[in-house]
């Protein structure tokens, strides 16, 4: 049998019906890759405990004893089997119920009980452990580890589970006995000592002890972490050597606008991060740059720089924002920052008037518009250029890959890219989202920023909150109060807004409101925000909207409604609308009383930190990379079957420097030495668009 052409259909305990649920499920064609579906876990068959030993809820153990004693508790349905289990020194109560009428317990016998403690009522017990008689115990059983295999329901509606895929992949153990063809280089499997590949992916499924199964595991995360990072760094390389618009001027635009309107000294972190950009707009290469900054950071006054550059050198720049708000807002902060100068601006959104639209058309083909601020709405429109020269995305988790890409097309020769983040990203995954741009951190706020206070509390005390929102009102302050919109229930959300909004105008007569919600029309959002910027309403309502990017310095209080609906880096971002002023900030989360562990957590990691990365790295932990913000839309390109981004940090960086260190000697892979990795490459399955050119 050649493992990675046989038809799964014909292997041992397959057939038909299950091979079709095997390719639907898991896109398993053959012995192989069933073999790629490498287990999640393993449980330690050959260790046995003591009932006092336990102490963990959800780990599986081992212990042999006997049962000393049961009987049923309740009738019909309700009814259910207890039974007491001893091992000599203490004694653990087991439960079923269900098939408690086809249970047959012997006792005083010797068990061997396998299973999972659970905590009831402050004591652990076993419900529906798995118990074999000690004389039918056989030597395999005890033996090593037992590997565990994710399943869906569908495979476990057909028989499918994990101890099936155990039986149909020990039918392979012979084959894989005879070995498969490395897929590393000799010398990278000796410098990183990594074990081989035949012994890797044999270990994996068929682990003698703990320590094998380690390097076994080892070995293949780091083969796939490498293949990425090859991949995304071959695509970086590739892009470098594309000619790139050279823009080696610092001019007149970029120096009068420093030295006369500037507002404030730019930070350290400010004055690095554009020295960079700088450095890759001149080089003659294209520039593909990913710019990290917490929010609040300043990176609006970043991109105009830039932007200045670009217009020195007699290039136009577009700057884009997720959300019309934003954009109205850039260019409200833009137009403001160079109102002295011969800079010129346009905006352009989805409520720009034809007639405006019509004019800006034709300034931007003359190259009278220096920036453009705009939504996507300037990918859609047939905006053309004179002199594209720089595009720089704000907020860039909002925008599809495929959305970028249309950037492109404006001009002969792409433009340089700048993607703004304010999501602050764990390292592990901006190396795998963005493995392919270079990366500018912005680690440093504009000084005299006092970090916002959070407090958390329950809707149970609003009494309070709306004092305190008062007391700041007085001061002079405004004051955010958001709830949540989630897209499945708009109606019942829009509802939750309006009467909270009602209550708000019941509690606060003498003060005036504004409201923003995603259904309303451009112009009345530009409206609300425009009352609330001026100072003429103090109290803002609204939901997410908001979250990204507004910018009003006076606001000195955040109330988030419901936060346990909103998860970190929402709530992150969400606070970040405020202590953008001198003044003391303040941002309320109120939760409902009860509440899960994981919400729980998430409102003190709020509570004890302001650090954007920090949050970033509690998210990954809780949620997992596939549910992080940032990654829904745009999509993890790779589906990792065995890495994990949230706990293999330390393994991907050195993965990614291994890959480096062969592409700087050979950044296309033309060496013949490396025609092994060029091979791996061409079947690495990339799930997202090409993003071969994007950015
Ligand atoms: P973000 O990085 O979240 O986009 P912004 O660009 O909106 O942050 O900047 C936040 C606030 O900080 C703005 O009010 C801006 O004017 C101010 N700011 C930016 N840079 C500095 C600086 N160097 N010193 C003081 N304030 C600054
Ligand atoms: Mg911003």
């Known amino acids: 049998m050649d493992i990675f052409t046989q038809d799964i259909t014909y292997c041992k305990g397959v057939g038909s019906r299950r091979a079709d649920i095997l390719r639907k499920e ?11 579906h490498y287990p999640y876990k393993y449980i330690d068959r050959s260790r046995f405990i003591y009932i006092h ?16 004693e ?4 309740g009738v019909g349905k309700a009814q259910r089997m207890v039974a007491t289990f001893t091992d000599g020194h203490s004694s653990i109560e087991l439960v079923w119920f269900r098939g408690v009428q086809y249970l047959k317990l012997q006792l005083n016998t010797p068990y061997l009980l396998f299973g999972k403690p ?3 009522n402050h004591q652990f017990n076993f419900v529906h452990p798995e118990l074999t008689l000690l004389s039918k115990v056989t030597p395999e059983l005890t033996q090593g580890l037992e590997p565990y295999y994710n399943t869906t329901e569908k495979m476990r509606n057909a028989g499918l589970n994990s101890k099936a895929l155990r039986t149909i992949i020990f039918g392979f153990k ?36 703990t320590p094998t199964m380690q390097r076994a595991r080892h070995r293949l995360k780091f083969e796939e972490l490498f293949y990425i990072q090859l991949h995304l760094l071959r695509q970086m390389k590739k892009r470098e050597q594309n000619p790139g618009y050279i823009m080696p001027i610092v001019g007149h635009f970029f120096h009068s606008f420093y030295r006369d309107s500037l507002p404030f000294e730019l930070t350290n972190a400010q004055k690095r991060v554009i020295k960079e950009i700088q450095a890759d707009l001149k080089s003659g290469k294209q520039m593909n740059r990913l710019l990290q900054g917490d929010v609040g950071s300043g990176k609006t006054l970043v991109a105009l720089l830039c932007a200045l550059l670009a217009a020195d050198n007699g290039y136009q720049t577009c700057i884009m ?17 160079l109102k002295d100068t011969d800079v010129q601006v346009g905006l352009l959104t989805g409520s720009t008037t034809r007639k405006h639209r019509e004019s800006l058309h034709a300034a931007l083909r003359s190259g009278q518009v220096h920036i453009l601020i705009g939504t996507h709405a300037l990918l859609e429109d047939e905006v053309q250029f004179a002199n594209l020269g720089l595009c720089i995305i704000d907020e ?11 950037l492109w097309y404006k001009n002969e020769r792409p433009p340089h890219i700048l993607v703004m983040t304010a999501t602050p990203i764990p390292r592990t995954l901006a190396m795998t989202l963005y493995g392919d741009l270079r990366v500018s951190v912005i680690d440093e706020l504009p000084p005299g920023r006092k970090p916002v206070q959070t407090l958390h509390y329950t809707l149970r005390r609003s009494q309070t909150i709306y004092q305190f929102m008062q007391q700041q009102i007085e001061k002079g302050h405004q004051v955010y109060v958001v709830y949540p919109l989630i897209k499945e229930n708009e109606k019942l959300d829009l509802q939750d807004l309006q009467n909270g909004f009602e209550e708000l105008c019941r509690q606060f007569p003498t003060y005036r409101l504004s409201m923003i919600h995603g259904q309303m029309k451009a112009a009345e959002k530009e409206e609300q925000m425009k009352r609330f910027q001026s100072g003429e309403t103090q109290i803002l309502v609204a939901t997410t909207v908001i979250e990204v990017g507004v910018n009003v310095p006076n ?19 969400l606070r970040g609308r405020v202590g953008r002023g001198a003044e003391q900030s303040y941002c309320i989360l109120l939760t409902r009383v009860e509440l899960s562990a994981d919400t729980r957590q998430r409102m003190d990691i709020m509570v004890a930190t302001n650090d954007g990365f920090r949050i970033a790295e509690a998210d990954l932990q809780l949620r997992g990379p596939g549910d992080l913000e940032g990654t829904q839309q745009s999509g993890l390109p790779f589906d990792l079957k065995i890495a994990s981004l949230a706990t293999d940090g330390a393994l991907l960086e050195t993965a990614r420097k291994a890959a480096m260190d062969i592409l700087d000697s050979d950044p296309l892979l033309e060496n013949e030495n490396h025609r092994l990795y060029k091979q791996q490459l061409n079947l690495l399955r990339v799930t997202a668009v090409n993003w071969g050119d994007i950015s």
Not at 26 to 36: H, I
Not at 187 to 208: E, G, T
Not at 396 to 406: C, L, M, P, Y
């Open 26 to 36: 898991l896109g398993v064609n053959t012995p192989f890759d069933l073999l790629s």
């Open 53 to 68: 030993e336990i102490n963990d809820e959800d780990t599986f153990v081992q212990i042999k004893g006997v049962i000393s």
């Open 396 to 406: 860039q988790h909002r925008f599809g890959v495929a959305q970028r890409s249309k």
């Open 555 to 573: 606001a000195s209080v955040m109330v988030i409604m419901n936060a346990e609906r909103f998860g970190l880096s929402q709530l992150h971002q």
């Open 70 to 73: 049961y009987h049923t508790v």
């Open 118 to 120: 659970s905590a009831f």
């Open 321 to 337: 924002a997720p959300t019309e708000i934003l954009a109205q807002q850039h260019m409200q902060t833009i137009s403001d920052l």
């Open 174 to 209: 012979d084959e894989l006995k005879q070995g498969l063809p490395e897929t590393l280089d000799m010398d990278l499997i000796h410098q990183y000592q990594l074990m081989s590949r035949a012994q890797a992916i044999y270990s994996v499924h068929f682990p003698p002890d």
